[in-house]
């Protein structure tokens, strides 16, 4: 059997989109947790509730602001170090909060070594999680920011469990545990190895006919890098064959005449030759748009006329390469660069309004959402459930509504068109009914709504800033901080 070669949409894929779920799920769900640590503050020092607000407001500001740092942090170092060194900083600020004195020894502890640790692994996995998928891109963002949703559920819980029955020092020490859940979850976060490859140009002098030989010698037991067995019958039209690139080939056995092509994802790969004469190369699964540019081999082996069937073990060694990406697709490596072709592109510009826009709509309707209905005339036991049933629906949006676009049924600008507006509308409608059950059924709207809208930011960067993914995915919140 051959071994397919690692690629996008793979179930490894899918292992690093729950690593990231993971990670979103520990560090984002903790901010939902700041009103019990609030209330939790103010009891056990004795502070004024300016004073006992710092903390949080502090990590946000990091955890915004510090974006662009981030980004130009991954840019230049890689997504993995990143992330591992955020994880840890992050549990190690809220165990640290354990012998804190004041408050304003966990303002220093929660706030910033806290806030930037998050700052570091909470952003750059958006980046890792689209690299590892085409196909299903849309789906597996939206899987991975749904942990922000479950640690909602989850961890207050978990937390007003904790300061009833161990304190808050005792709180703190178990959450910092807690976040320390994410370290192995972070050792997933790595560039895919299609990414990290070495591309080598290299000017070949084809044949008229477009057709090279590949320089083979025949050898016994030799050792080695990859073994193919294939068992075909080998007719006397043009027969399928085993595509390689510059390889020695050790063969047991030689039959018959044939021509073999070149495949980048799977270096062996049998094939109509048809199909490989009539296009210069195929999709280079690393970025959208890239191809290979490969001539054409032909193997010349004993000739034997006659069909038959056989068994051939072939070994093969000193396999390389030779890839033509376009430059955008190419990950800038230089930090200059890189802020210059971010900057004067009026996408980035474009998506950093937009989110904006989103998180100052959103943000604040789960902070004043349970007044405003009491407003309203609804009793504050019958409010609270708004919140919850907008947690719900933010969770299905962003779990339910992927297929939309990477099945192709819309493109990802009108989607976003249409959720935007359809957002729009239940802002404008909200105000104008007092009905319980009309109220309900434009929250849960909206949570789907924004849900759906959140997941798509990481893939518009893919989509549009391909070769600064890293820096402008931290860059993109920096207005949001604001």
Known sequence: MVKREEGPDQPRSWAIAFAACVINSVLSGISRTTGLFYVALIETYGVSRLQAN??????NLLRNLGGPLVGAIGQRYGPLSVTITGSFLGALGIILCTFAPNVIWICILWGGMHGFGVALANTLFQVVVNQYFLKYRATASGFALSGACVGAFLLPILIEYLLINVGLSGTFLLTGGIIMHALPASLMIKEPPWIKRNIKHREEHPIPNKTSYVKAKSTHHSQPMS???????V???KPNGIYVIDANI?????FGTYKANVSEDQFFQTHDMDKFNKGNGIDNPSYDGSKINLNERTVTEKEDTGNF???RTISISDVSVSITMSPDSQQEASLYKGVIKMISDPMFHMISLSLASFAMVFDPSITVIVDYLNDKGLEGDVAKYFISMLSLSDLIGRLCFGWVTDRNYLSLPKFMMLIQVLQGICFLLIPMFYSFDVLMTLIVIYGMAAGATLVMYPILVGKYLISVQSLAIGCISFLSGM
């Open 309 to 311: 069937i056989g068994m």
């Open 235 to 237: 007719p006397e039209e």
């Open 250 to 254: 050790n063969s047991s056995e030689s």
């Open 227 to 233: 073994m193919i067995c294939e068992e075909s019958a």
């Open 54 to 59: 710092l903390p949080f407001t502090l990590r």
